[in-house]
T-cell receptor, first 117, second 114 residues
């Protein structure tokens, strides 16, 4: 199956700093990537849809100025958590969509555990 | 807003037992996917069902898509400790162009005790 990587896998940062998380599709070009947030033992909550070469589409309630998304190439999307606070601590997961499939082909990365102290 | 109700949320059973997880919605989805997720990892796709009434089997796992494409079930036969994990259903709907957006159910945390 398709491979999606995320970096870093774990990050600890101090309150008020910014953290960048990278999501890469390793063996296909992803025109669309998705960013999710997941709390312990809970389901995935879609934060935003990242489209290559255009602005991301944010879900209701997600602050676009706090969670900056950049999809500069067909294989890389980044999520930057700006001015992080302890309540931003969570598991962030990206997925990449393989275009042209009859059924959606979203392949998920391994996730990034963010802890804000 | 499309919602997927997944039940049960928690399930703890003994090895060898059978179980069924349900995913229901009032909305029609173009397809439905089932994922399994282990702690600290991303979800792994188990199956995609597309056609109403479709049944797919993956070893001891049987997946059904309702005739109206609004609901789905996952049945596990003779569960094993290795089946332990978070099972997620996700309904796909078009979000513009050829792209799809996934709406996830709340998940079922399955524990199979030896």
């Amino acid at each position: 199956g398709a491979v999606v990587s995320q970096h870093p896998s774990r990050v600890i940062c101090k309150s008020g700093t910014s953290v960048k998380i990278e999501c890469r599709s390793l063996d296909f070009q992803a025109t669309t990537m998705f960013w999710y947030r997941q709390f312990p033992k809970k389901s995935l909550m879609l934060m935003a849809t990242s489209n290559e070469g255009s602005k991301a589409t944010y879900e209701q309630g997600v602050e676009k100025d706090k969670f900056l998304i950049n999809h500069a190439s067909l294989t890389l999307s980044t999520l930057t958590v700006t001015s992080a606070h302890p309540e931003d601590s969570s598991f962030y997961i990206c997925s990449a969509s393989r275009p042209g499939l009859a059924a959606p082909g979203q392949y998920f990365g391994p996730g990034t555990r963010l802890t804000v102290t | 807003t499309q919602l997927l109700e997944q039940s049960p949320q928690f399930l703890s059973i003994q090895e060898g037992e059978n179980l069924t997880v349900y995913c229901n919605s009032s909305s029609v989805f173009s397809s439905l996917q089932w994922y399994r997720q282990e702690p600290g990892e991303g979800p792994v796709l188990l199956v995609t069902v597309v056609t109403g009434g479709e049944v797919k089997k993956l070893k001891r796992l049987t997946f059904q898509f309702g005739d109206a494409r609004k609901d789905s079930s996952l049945h596990i036969t003779a569960a094993q400790p290795g089946d332990t994990g978070l099972y997620l259903c996700a309904g796909a709907s078009k979000s513009g162009g050829s792209n799809y957006k996934l709406t996830f159910g709340k998940g079922t945390l399955l524990t199979v005790n030896p």
